[in-house]
Nanobody, 116 residues
């Protein structure tokens, strides 16, 4: 069992930056692939960034070059540095495990709104 608490979202202008944080508990954590997901109004939740237990990185094409995912296993935390934000990035952002071990229990998420 694992619990996730996301934070760091907010309202930002196009071109701005935000740093999201995810605190995880209730699991070993370090063995899992972790990811950031987002869900915009009327759209399906999508995986935008993932980081493996050994530090391997994967990004959706829509965010590649702008977002950076990182993890701190000692603190059981995952971060998402978001630069050059665009209105299309507006969504609720969630963290979770990636793949077959993904938890059915999602956190509250953190709202990111990119608007002029």
């Amino acid at each position: 069992q694992v619990q996730f608490v996301e934070s760091g979202g907010g309202l930002v202008q196009p071109g701005g930056s935000l740093r999201l944080s995810c605190a995880a508990s209730g699991s070993i954590f370090s063995i899992y692939v972790m990811g950031w997901y987002r869900q915009a109004p009327g759209k399906q939740r999508e995986l935008v960034a993932a980081i493996g237990s050994g530090g391997s990185l994967n990004y959706a094409d829509s965010v590649k070059g702008r977002f950076t995912i990182s993890r701190d296993n000692a603190k059981k935390m995952v971060h998402l540095q978001m630069n050059n934000l665009k209105p299309e990035d507006t969504a609720v952002y969630y963290c979770n495990k990636v793949g077959p071990t993904m938890s059915d229990y999602w956190g509250q998420g953190t709202q990111v709104t990119v608007s002029s």
